[in-house]
């Protein structure tokens, strides 16, 4: 059964920095793209960045380009989202997940969830001082 777990969301002051986890179960890590997304109360969820397989790269969206960092670990089926310099914003959770068929490999551009699927639980990221 695959599985992807979110950790490491919280509390962190406007400015600050956070990194999330996600870590995979019941699937090769090696083989697939897998995307960051967020998803804030009464808003739709929207991706921000993804990491592909083959080759490895990384794709940012508009609101994920040039203060989220994604990283993969293979060996250790583990996918990283580093924010930086968070502006104060409404809540979000943010969650990981698996891109499908087609080009399973592959972050798809402008990253629509209806591509993903595995979804995991999602992890709280609040911003605010």
């Known amino acids: 059964q695959e599985q992807l777990v979110e950790t490491g969301g919280g509390l962190v002051q406007p400015g600050g920095s956070l990194r999330l986890s996600c870590e995979i179960s019941?699937?090769?890590?090696?083989?697939?793209?897998v995307g960051w997304f967020r998803q804030a109360p009464g808003k739709e969820r929207e991706g921000v960045a993804c990491?592909?397989?083959?080759?490895?790269?990384?794709y940012y969206s508009n609101s994920g380009k040039g203060r989220f960092t994604v990283s993969r670990i293979n060996r250790e089926s583990v996918v990283y989202l580093h924010m930086d310099n968070l502006p104060s914003e409404d809540p979000a959770i943010y969650y990981c997940?698996?891109?499908?068929?087609?080009?399973?490999?592959?972050?798809?551009?402008?990253?629509?969830?209806?591509?993903?699927?595995?979804w995991g639980q999602g992890t709280q990221v609040t911003v605010s001082s």
């Open positions: 997940a698996r891109k499908t068929f087609p080009k399973w490999w592959s972050c798809p551009e402008g990253l629509p969830a209806n591509d993903f699927g595995s």
């Open positions: 019941g699937f090769t890590l090696e083989h697939y793209a």
């Open positions: 990491t592909s397989s083959s080759p490895i790269s990384e």
